[in-house]
């Protein structure tokens, strides 16, 4: 009877220890991880560049040991929980709202279109959820407050609204280098003293609509040697784009800017070129920096123009920036072979941002987290930046930063049957020291306008 | 006056509009003999776009040769429809038949999307691609004239094949009066399946020619549906002449109104059309009363 007693008080004992000791290593607590919710529309290129971005951002963080936050006294590893927002027209707001009142989310990064952003920032500002918006080229994005208050998209929660945070060129951004690259390089190469002819086909949305605007206020108060000839829009569901592009056509321009994505640029370029006879120089924008852009556009996009920035496909022996080779390399590495895209390196740096945030506020706290966000002194990752510097604006300008970009010049190359990057503007960038890659040249078949 | 710019967009509208022609009149024709409303026919344009693409890309075949393959290709898929989707309803409530094309509108669409998963638009490559014959201030590609050539060319093996044979023969009689047709010994159900078969063999080819001068993805099947509808009710139900015509003044109505107003106007007044001139005229252009 005795030895029965003791036997069962050893194993209760044992048991006991054994919960112990298990619930020390965590097996019954799930690890803590910090939670970045990724905001992207998976029905497109762009959002699962995007996705694929922050993976390999958070993969790579992890891997080095994870996010150490001061008031846990450890580190904790980043998880990706995805939301996504289909083809970003539809309702964008609801799975943003699913992954910040289910799961918690910590900050969010993403984001691709103004459209689609401006609905699914709502229950980031509502929840006070830090949010680096990676794409969105209109300043909108963090300026809602500033709107007159009658106006549909103003937002009346100041506190709410400093949580937003702009890591992305903005229209005002790229159209300032498109005019003056027209301004300072097209002009000249076209050899006429009068001023430039330009024609602006865009999307007929609140983004093609901005660059339209923009283009024209820049032109103005830059007093640059362009007159905009023509304004013409498209539906943003159009696939073809004959009838605008005989417009542009009548315009006689000298060049066309188009304010458009991917598949419309690219599908622009191809019929004025061989379907409306509409032999112009055309630049796209730097959403188009992507492969599949350079897939669809073929052999009609030799000598055309994309803005840019970020050079992905980098032709040269050394990257302009080591960490643009290194990211480009591992993303294909780690993908399959894909080649990234513009929006992905955007939130790939956001990530980071988000990681350094994290480590200098000492703390998840969102709030703390928004200070630390604000406080961003870090060195810059994957975009040029103004003072080759990380930082965040405050005041009017709205939690933005001072990227530069640039201006590419493709060309085809027979022999391997692909169309070619090459930086034609400006001679040079901050702290990059041979960044030009060649002089910019008229299309061998180009038509100039006439007045 | 006309200037170039509207020339131009005449002639665009003129090349869009041999694509409708062709998608309207195997409408018609489908509808005028089977008395059958196929909201999925748009989705064989679509399906022929993707076939004609693979065989061109794949296959390395011309894509002008292609479009006899997507002709064939999607007869059988047409075949394959009414022998056992259509057939089985045949008869039964109206609503069955809307319901059945309804749902292949999804079942094709969805299909595409899994297989070709692009999220971005594609286009049939073409050798002629770049060449284009210089009128005055205006050109025309050379894939353009080609695709007009074609269509002709196909309307006229369409007119000789319900003019000039025993087929179309019984086609036409079907069309009028089923009962005695059948009653005279015609079979129905072969009418219906050959009918069939060349609606979607011209909506095959549409499609082909489609991708070849525009780009296209697994979407596009829906608003070609309805201007399909739109322009053999603007035509005239069961006229084939009726489809020419309406699909010609659909192509031009839509560019001329890209081209003078906003690309936004094009569909809708491409429809407005539709609306006046059945006001003026209930039945159609070549409509006839009691269709």
């Known amino acids: 009877m005795n030895k029965r007693i003791l036997a069962a ?320 390399e591992d993303y294909t590495a780690k993908f399959d072979g894909k080649v990234p895209g513009m929006l992905g390196a955007d939130t790939y740096d956001a990530v980071y941002i988000y990681k350094n945030a994290v480590e200098q506020a000492g703390t998840l706290d969102k709030a703390s987290v928004r200070d630390a966000l604000e406080a961003t002194d870090m060195p810059q990752s994957l975009l040029i930046m103004e003072n080759q510097k990380i930082t965040f604006s405050s005041g009017t300008n709205y939690h933005e930063i001072l990227p530069k970009t640039f201006i590419e010049q493709m060309i085809w190359v027979s022999d391997s049957g692909k169309l070619l990057p090459y930086v034609v503007y400006p001679d040079s960038m901050p702290g990059i020291s041979s960044f030009k890659q060649a002089d910019f040249a008229l299309p061998p078949d180009y038509e100039p306008g006439s007045p | 006056m006309i200037t170039a710019g509207l020339a131009q967009a005449l002639l665009f509208g003129v090349a869009n509009g041999c694509i409708y022609i062709l998608l309207a009149t195997g409408l018609n024709l489908i509808f005028g003999v089977m008395k059958l409303v196929n909201f999925a026919h748009g989705q064989l344009l679509m399906v022929g776009a993707f076939v004609a693409y693979e065989v061109t890309t794949v296959v390395g075949l011309n894509p002008y040769v292609s479009i006899l393959v997507s002709m064939g290709s999607v007869a059988l898929i047409g075949i394959v429809l009414e022998k056992f989707a259509f057939r089985k309803i045949r008869g039964t409530d109206k609503l069955n038949e809307i319901f059945i094309s309804l749902g292949l509108i999804y079942v094709f669409q969805y299909s595409a999307t899994l297989l070709w998963e692009n999220s971005y638009t594609i286009r049939i490559p073409s050798p002629l691609a770049g060449l284009s014959v210089p009128l005055g201030e205006v050109s025309l590609s050379y894939d353009i004239i080609l695709a007009m050539i074609i269509v002709v060319v196909i309307l006229i093996g369409l007119v000789f094949l319900t003019k000039k044979t025993k087929i179309g023969l019984a086609m036409r009689a079907t069309s009028q009066k089923s009962d005695a047709s059948m009653l005279m010994g015609i079979n129905i159900n072969r009418v219906y399946l050959f009918t069939f078969a060349v609606g979607a063999a011209l909506a095959g080819a549409a499609g082909a020619i489609y991708g070849i001068l525009f780009p296209f993805n697994p979407a596009i099947g829906a608003l070609p549906t309805i201007k399909a509808f739109a322009i053999i009710i603007l035509g005239g139900l069961g006229s084939i002449p009726g489809a020419v015509v309406g699909g010609l003044l659909y192509g031009v109505a839509e560019n001329v109104t890209g081209y003078l107003t906003n690309s936004t106007w094009q569909n809708a007044v491409a429809f407005a059309l539709l609306i006046a001139v059945l006001i003026i005229r209930p039945t159609g252009l070549f409509g006839e009363k009691g269709e």
């Open chain 1, 9 to 328: 008080v050893a194993i209760v004992i044992i048991v006991v220890a054994a919960f112990v000791a298990l619930w020390q290593l965590n097996v019954f607590t799930p690890a803590q991880t910090i939670n970045i919710g990724v905001v992207a529309g998976m029905q497109t290129a762009e959002g699962q560049d995007i996705n694929r971005a922050a993976q390999l951002a958070i993969d790579e963080i992890n891997a080095a040991g994870g996010v150490y936050v001061a008031d846990l006294g450890k580190n904790l590893n980043m998880k990706l929980v995805l939301a996504d927002t289909g083809d970003e027209t539809g309702d964008t707001a609801a799975p943003v709202t699913r992954i910040i009142t289910d799961q918690g989310v910590d900050v969010l990064v993403g984001g691709a279109t103004t459209g689609g952003t401006l609905k699914d920032q709502i229950p980031a500002i509502d929840n006070r959820v830090p949010y680096i918006i990676t794409g969105a080229s209109l300043n909108l994005v963090t300026r809602r407050g500033s709107l007159p208050s009658d106006n549909a998209l103003y937002v009346d929660d100041a506190e709410g609204m400093s949580y937003m945070f702009h890591y992305c060129t903005t229209i005002s951004d790229y159209s300032t280098t498109v005019a003056h690259f027209l301004a300072d390089s097209v002009r000249p190469a076209i050899g006429s003293s009068r001023n430039l002819r330009l024609a602006v086909l865009y999307r007929d949305d609140g983004y093609g609509r901005g660059v339209r605007d923009v283009t024209t206020s820049i032109i103005t108060a830059d007093n640059l040697p362009i007159d905009i000839v023509a304004n013409v829009s498209y539906a943003t569901d159009a696939t073809t784009f004959q009838s605008p592009l005989i417009s542009v056509k009548d315009s006689k321009p000298d060049a066309v800017y188009v304010a458009g994505f991917i598949a419309d640029t690219a599908e622009v370029i191809k019929e004025g070129i061989n379907d409306v006879g509409l032999k112009s120089l055309y630049i796209g924008v730097e959403i188009c920096e992507d492969p599949q852009y350079y897939d669809l556009l073929g052999e009609t996009g030799n000598y055309q123009i994309l803005e840019s920035k970020i050079a992905t496909q980098w032709q040269g022996d050394t990257w302009y920036l080591p960490k643009v080779g290194t990211y480009v």
